[in-house]
C-alpha cells in the first residue's frame, strides 16, 4: 500500500489556467505538508497543515490554496499559472507538528507552457 | 533561524568505493537531523534520522551517518557504493522555528556512480 500518494504524477497545462494537485495519506498521520522543488532540486516548505487546521504559511502567492477536507487529504490548488511555477510539487505527512519523521510522496511533476 | 550546506553539489566515485557526503547545519540548539534519497524521477526515501543518543546512526540500505555536535556536522557514509546509489541526497534538519516545527533542506548532493 502505498503511504503518501499524490495525483496527478505529471501535470502539463498552459499559463493563466488553474489546476489541483491531490494528496492522500494513509499512516494515520496528523500532519501533512506541502514542498516545492525547484529546477535546482532546492526543496523548500509551502503549507503544513495539523488537523485540517493551517499551521505553517510560508511566503507563497494566494494564488496558491491548500485545502485539507479532512487529516488523510490535503490538496493543492493554484489560479493564474505561471511560468515560474513549474517544479516538482511534493506531499509529505508526519505523526505529529514535532519532530516526527516526514515521508514524502512520489511528486507531482508540474511544466507550465 | 536554522539552516543546511551541502558543500558537496556532485560527486562521482567508482562502485566497491566508500563514500562520504558532507552535511552542516546552523541551529541554536541540538536539532533533529535527517538524510533523504531522492532516485531520478522518484519521492524522497528517509536513509536515516537522528534525534538524541548515539552520535552514529544506522540506517536502510549500508548507509550511516554520524552527528558530530562540534563541527556542526552529520556526514553521511557508506563503505561500499554500489551502482544502485546514484541518486540526489538531502540532508534535513528538523527545528521550531517561527512557532512551528519545519523541515530545512540542504541544496542536495548529486551521486554519480562509475562501474
Known amino acids: 500500500d502505498t503511504a503518501v500518494s499524490q495525483t496527478p504524477k505529471y501535470l502539463v497545462t498552459q499559463m493563466g489556467n488553474d489546476k489541483s494537485i491531490k494528496c492522500e495519506q494513509n499512516?494515520?498521520?496528523?500532519?501533512m505538508y506541502w514542498y516545492k522543488q525547484d529546477s535546482k532540486k532546492f526543496l523548500k516548505i509551502m503549507f503544513s497543515y495539523n488537523n485540517k487546521e493551517l499551521i505553517i504559511n510560508e511566503t507563497v502567492p494566494n494564488r496558491f490554496s491548500p485545502k485539507s477536507p479532512d487529516k488523510a487529504h490535503l490538496n493543492l490548488h493554484i489560479n493564474s499559472l505561471e511560468l515560474g511555477d513549474s517544479a516538482v510539487y511534493f506531499c509529505?505527512?508526519?505523526?505529529?507538528?514535532?519532530?516526527?519523521?516526514?515521508?514524502f510522496g512520489p511528486g507531482t511533476r508540474l511544466l507550465v507552457l | 533561524a536554522q539552516s543546511v550546506t551541502q558543500p558537496d553539489i556532485h560527486i562521482t566515485v567508482s562502485e566497491g568505493a566508500s563514500l562520504e557526503l558532507r552535511c552542516n547545519y546552523s541551529y541554536g540548539a541540538t536539532p533533529y537531523l535527517f538524510w533523504y534519497v531522492q532516485s531520478p524521477g522518484q519521492g524522497l526515501q528517509l536513509l536515516l534520522k537522528y534525534f538524541s543518543g548515539d552520535t552514529l546512526v544506522q540506517g536502510i540500505k549500508g548507509f550511516e551517518a554520524e552527528f558530530k555536535r562540534s563541527q556542526s556536522s552529520f556526514n553521511l557514509r557508506k563503505p561500499s557504493v554500489h551502482w544502485s546509489d546514484a541518486a540526489e541526497y538531502f540532508c534535513a534538519v528538523g527545528a521550531t522555528g517561527a512557532g512551528s516545527y519545519q523541515l530545512t533542506f540542504g541544496k542536495g548532493t548529486k551521486l554519480s556512480v562509475i562501474p
Open positions: 509529505a505527512s508526519s505523526q505529529a507538528t514535532g519532530q516526527e519523521t516526514q515521508y
Open positions: 499512516l494515520g498521520h496528523d500532519t
